[in-house]
């Protein structure tokens, strides 16, 4: 593997051990079941929007650098089609 998506699954290892991490402290928390489950739903509404914030922002990257890709392509098949042509 390249090492830029060696640090992407090391962040993406990190926020899942986080979120595993918190829901364990959670759970281990001395708080009533009331607040414990509170605090649970707010907790994991969090992780679901930054996870969905990730997932976009990875996939806004993901197409820009398609479109980048899909451009030069075009930009060398269009140069090198003119250079045949004036052959």
Do not use: C
């Amino acid at each position: 593997m390249t090492t830029v998506k060696k640090i992407k699954w090391l962040l993406v290892s990190f926020i899942f051990g986080g979120a595993i991490g918190s829901a364990i402290a959670l759970l281990y928390a001395p708080e009533s079941g009331k607040h414990l489950r509170k605090d649970i739903n707010r907790k994991t509404n969090e992780l679901f929007e930054d996870g969905k914030q990730i997932t976009l922002d990875l996939w806004q990257s993901t197409k820009e650098k398609a479109e980048n890709v899909i451009k030069s392509a075009n930009d060398a098949l269009n140069t090198n089609v003119e250079k045949i042509m004036h052959k």
